[in-house]
Nanobody, 113 residues
Framework: QVQLVESGGGLVQPGGSLRLSCAASGFTFSSYAMYWYRQAPGKERELVAV????????NYADSVKGRFTISRDNAKNMVYLQMNSLKPEDTAVYYCSANRADWGQGTQVTVSS
């Protein structure tokens, strides 16, 4: 079955950086676009970034464009989210997904001084 394990979250000061990782298994990873979503307390889950199956076409939410970079390693079944210039409004639980139906447990990102 599909398994997604996110990691790399934590507490960081505004302006700081984090790199999130997602280990995927149970499906043909290289055949799927991969998504990063986030959900802040009291808010709906929102799309942060998506990358094509081959990794050549990333797209970002306007709120993170220029600060976040999505990448993937199809040989390792991994997808990453490099987050720079973090803001308090980036605080959320971050999730990866291939089909937006299966989700991991998420990783908490807290941006606070």
């Amino acid at each position: 079955q599909v398994q997604l394990v996110e990691s790399g979250g934590g507490l960081v000061q505004p302006g700081g950086s984090l790199r999130l990782s997602c280990a995927a298994s149970g499906f043909t990873f290289s055949s799927y676009a991969m998504y990063w979503y986030r959900q802040a307390p009291g808010k709906e889950r929102e799309l942060v970034a998506v990358i094509s199956s081959g990794g050549s076409i990333p797209n970002y939410a306007d709120s993170v464009k220029g600060r976040f970079t999505i990448s993937r390693d199809n040989a390792k079944n991994m997808v990453y989210l490099q987050m720079n210039s973090l803001k308090p409004e980036d605080t959320a639980v971050y999730y990866c997904s291939a089909n937006r139906a299966d989700w991991g447990q998420g990783t908490q990102v807290t941006v606070s001084s």
